[in-house]
C-alpha cells in the first residue's frame, strides 16, 4: 500500500513538472539600446505592449515569446513601426535605434 502511494505521487510529481514546460517556455529576448536622444514622452512598443523605461534609460532587456515581432513608437497618439524581426527560442536579438537624419533608424543584430 505504501508503495503505490509513493509511485502515485511520483506520477502526480512528473505531470506537473511536464506541465510547467507548456508553450510558455518557448520565449526568447530582445535586447533594445538607444544611441540617439529621445523625447521622454515617447513609448517604445515591442508586439503593441509597452517596454518600461526605455526612453529614460537608454537601453532595455525584454523576454519575448517566439515569433514575428515588431517594434515600434508611440509618439503624439500615433504608432510608427520601426522595425520588424524573428525571436528565437533562447536567443538574444540586439535592436540598436540611432538618429540619422531626423528619423528614427533600426538595426537588427542576431
Known amino acids: 500500500m505504501h508503495r503505490r502511494a509513493s509511485i502515485t505521487?511520483?506520477?502526480?510529481i512528473t505531470a506537473?513538472?511536464?506541465?510547467?514546460?507548456?508553450p510558455e517556455d518557448e520565449v526568447g529576448?530582445?535586447?533594445?539600446?538607444?544611441?540617439s536622444l529621445a523625447n521622454l514622452d515617447d513609448v517604445y512598443l515591442l508586439?503593441?505592449?509597452?517596454?518600461r523605461?526605455?526612453?529614460?534609460?537608454?537601453f532595455a532587456v525584454v523576454r519575448q515569446m517566439v515569433g514575428p515581432t515588431t517594434?515600434?513608437?508611440r509618439r503624439g497618439g500615433h504608432?510608427?513601426?520601426?522595425?520588424?524581426?524573428r525571436v528565437q527560442k533562447n536567443r538574444l536579438v540586439t535592436?540598436?535605434?540611432s538618429g540619422v537624419d531626423g528619423k528614427l533608424k533600426c538595426a537588427v543584430q542576431t
Open 9 to 12: 505521487a511520483l506520477l502526480m
Open 16 to 22: 506537473l513538472t511536464l506541465a510547467a514546460c507548456g
Open 29 to 35: 529576448y530582445v535586447e533594445i539600446r538607444k544611441t
Open 47 to 51: 508586439n503593441a505592449t509597452p517596454v
Open 53 to 58: 523605461d526605455l526612453s529614460r534609460k537608454g
Open 71 to 73: 517594434l515600434g513608437l
Open 79 to 85: 504608432v510608427l513601426p520601426l522595425c520588424e524581426f
Open 95 to 97: 535592436i540598436t535605434l
